[in-house]
């Protein structure tokens, strides 16, 4: 296996690069051996960390740069100004320079990435696109449509939150782009509250759309953009799903206090107090991204205890809310919630039998039901049940092909349980159609 080649390359001991990676050199073995299967996203990064190994050869993405911190400036306005380059009147010349300029630049982002290892095949093109076209559109390079309005924006963006809860990638790469644009215009014509409240729900949703993504860079981004708009618009709702993404971006990067703060704090305040049941469902979804941190941070008491808070608010609550803020807030949704923060708490088995208790049907989004199936998929494989673990990939392939094909997690998924042990044809086919050599 690559990690055991590398580590004895180094001449270091399975101690030692437990030391360095935080685990014990029985649970290095096991993964060096197949025994547990190395499909973890942040597992995975932390040894290639260790080992200086590319991510790629492991299916991954590499993570941009972490920019140094922005200006103050910068933080006191809900947006970056759109760019505005060459006020002066170009020169004879400059402009075909310009146009040549543009023009190769846009021909060298088209190409390929080359040079990744077999397991690192570039990431499907619907992914690729949805987010070169977020990122231009969140630095102003995007232009709004003609004559928007307020209505036309509004269903623009329901028409967005179906593609994201069918998962329709390639949709969403040409409607998200040109909404942000138009969120943007609507919100510079007029200060209304409503309609900075509409910009934030946007970014909302742009938040859970990169975070799925797995870019951290832009993900940090539009959160802080939603939660600070949303504050402007004076929409406690939204306020607290863009706090809710903050804190799980704040987990993604290993920050479990502080992302446990975000989360609890946001539940805790007086402006989700109200006796609306849609401002107690989002309590609840923050308690429950509260539980799952404290599994990432390996307490699993904590975990169930704030789980349970969570299971007791849906109860109460009854049905289905805020379809659009985190995937619905219900009793399905909470013991879906369950089954990953059981495997992340390294119960794997609590995950499945969480997992039984479901009916898939029952979940309110196709989104949310492929996610339960990748959920299984992922308990499985730490279980170390291959078979029953690709099942489930492919129930989810069913369920939503492009989510399945494009999601970084879910790649890595399929790259392990390739890497890790013995190949089937319907295992190389599905590493095939998501792209993995």
Same mark, same amino acid.
């Given at each position: 296996?690559?990690?055991?080649?590398?580590?004895q390359?180094?001449?270091?001991?399975l101690?030692?690069l437990g030391r360095?990676?935080g685990?014990s050199?029985?649970?290095?073995?096991?993964?060096?051996?197949?025994l547990?299967?190395?499909?973890?996203v942040t597992?995975i990064r932390r040894?290639a960390e260790?080992l200086?190994?590319?991510?790629?050869d492991?299916?991954?993405?590499?993570?941009p740069?972490?920019?140094?911190?922005?200006?103050a400036?910068?933080?006191?306005i809900?947006?970056?100004?759109?760019?505005?380059?060459?006020?002066?009147?170009?020169?004879?010349?400059?402009?075909?320079?310009?146009?040549?300029l543009?023009?190769?630049?846009?021909?060298?982002?088209?190409l390929?990435?080359?040079g990744? &290892?077999?397991a %690192? =095949?570039? /990431?499907?093109?619907s992914?690729? +696109? *949805?987010? $070169?076209?977020?990122?231009?559109a969140?630095?102003?390079?995007?232009t709004?449509?003609a004559?928007t309005?307020?209505a036309w924006?509004?269903g623009a963006?329901?028409?967005?939150?179906?593609?994201?809860?069918? &998962?329709?990638y %390639? =949709?969403? /790469?040409?409607?998200?782009?040109? +909404? *942000?644009a $138009?969120?943007?215009a609507?919100?510079?014509e007029?200060?209304?509250?409503?309609?900075?409240?509409?910009?934030?729900?946007?970014?909302?949703?742009?938040?859970?759309m990169?975070?799925?993504l797995?870019?951290?860079q832009?993900?940090?981004?539009? /959160?802080?953009?939603?939660r600070i708009?949303?504050?402007?618009?004076?929409?406690a709702l939204?306020a607290a799903e863009?706090?809710r993404n903050?804190?799980?971006?704040?987990?993604k990067a290993?920050w479990?206090?502080?992302?446990?703060r975000?989360a609890?704090d946001?539940?805790d305040?007086?402006?989700?107090?109200?006796?609306s049941p849609?401002?107690?469902a989002?309590r609840?979804?923050?308690i429950?991204?509260?539980?799952y941190?404290?599994a990432?941070?390996?307490?699993?008491d904590?975990m169930?205890?704030?789980?349970?808070e969570?299971a007791?608010?849906?109860?109460?609550?009854?049905?289905?809310?805020?379809?659009?803020h985190?995937?619905?807030?219900?009793?399905?949704t909470v013991?879906?919630h369950r089954?990953?923060?059981?495997?992340a708490a390294?119960?794997?088995?609590?995950a499945?039998?969480t997992a039984?208790a479901?009916?898939?049907?029952s979940?309110?989004t196709?989104?949310r039901?492929?996610?339960?199936f990748t959920?299984?998929a992922?308990?499985y494989?730490?279980?170390g049940r291959?078979d029953?673990s690709?099942?489930?990939l492919?129930?989810?392939e069913?369920?939503?092909?492009?989510?399945?094909?494009?999601?970084?997690?879910?790649?890595?998924?399929?790259?392990?349980?390739?890497l890790?042990?013995r190949t089937?044809?319907?295992l190389?086919?599905?590493?095939?159609?998501?792209?993995i050599?």
């Amino acid at each position: 296996m690559r990690v055991r080649q590398a580590r004895q390359a180094r001449a270091w001991t399975l101690a030692e690069l437990g030391r360095r990676t935080g685990y014990s050199a029985a649970q290095v073995s096991r993964y060096e051996r197949g025994l547990a299967p190395l499909t973890d996203v942040t597992v995975i990064r932390r040894f290639a960390e260790a080992l200086g190994l590319p991510v790629e050869d492991f299916g991954l993405v590499p993570v941009p740069a972490v920019p140094g911190p922005r200006p103050a400036s910068v933080r006191s306005i809900p947006w970056l100004p759109r760019p505005i380059v060459g006020r002066e009147e170009p020169r004879e010349g400059e402009n075909v320079r310009r146009r040549r300029l543009l023009a190769n630049l846009a021909a060298t982002a088209s190409l390929p990435f080359v040079g990744r &290892g077999a397991a %690192g =095949a570039r /990431a499907p093109a619907s992914g690729d +696109l *949805l987010v $070169a076209r977020v990122r231009d559109a969140m630095l102003g390079l995007d232009t709004a449509p003609a004559a928007t309005t307020t209505a036309w924006v509004r269903g623009a963006l329901a028409v967005a939150l179906s593609d994201f809860h069918t &998962g329709r990638y %390639g =949709a969403l /790469a040409e409607r998200l782009p040109r +909404l *942000l644009a $138009a969120g943007h215009a609507l919100a510079d014509e007029s200060a209304s509250v409503e309609h900075q409240a509409l910009l934030a729900e946007i970014y909302v949703l742009t938040t859970r759309m990169l975070i799925k993504l797995d870019d951290p860079q832009l993900g940090w981004m539009a /959160a802080d953009r939603a939660r600070i708009i949303a504050h402007t618009g004076n929409s406690a709702l939204v306020a607290a799903e863009a706090s809710r993404n903050l804190a799980v971006l704040a987990r993604k990067a290993g920050w479990h206090e502080q992302a446990m703060r975000i989360a609890l704090d946001a539940a805790d305040r007086l402006t989700l107090r109200g006796p609306s049941p849609r401002l107690t469902a989002e309590r609840g979804l923050l308690i429950q991204s509260a539980a799952y941190t404290a599994a990432r941070a390996g307490d699993r008491d904590g975990m169930r205890e704030l789980t349970d808070e969570a299971a007791a608010i849906a109860e109460r609550l009854g049905g289905v809310m805020l379809r659009d803020h985190g995937g619905g807030f219900g009793t399905a949704t909470v013991a879906l919630h369950r089954i990953s923060a059981e495997n992340a708490a390294g119960d794997p088995g609590a995950a499945i039998a969480t997992a039984r208790a479901i009916a898939p049907a029952s979940l309110p989004t196709v989104e949310r039901r492929c996610r339960y199936f990748t959920d299984v998929a992922t308990a499985y494989a730490h279980w170390g049940r291959r078979d029953q673990s690709l099942h489930a990939l492919l129930n989810a392939e069913r369920c939503s092909p492009e989510e399945t094909h494009t999601r970084p997690a879910v790649r890595a998924l399929v790259s392990g349980l390739l890497l890790g042990g013995r190949t089937t044809p319907e295992l190389r086919a599905l590493a095939t159609r998501c792209a993995i050599a």
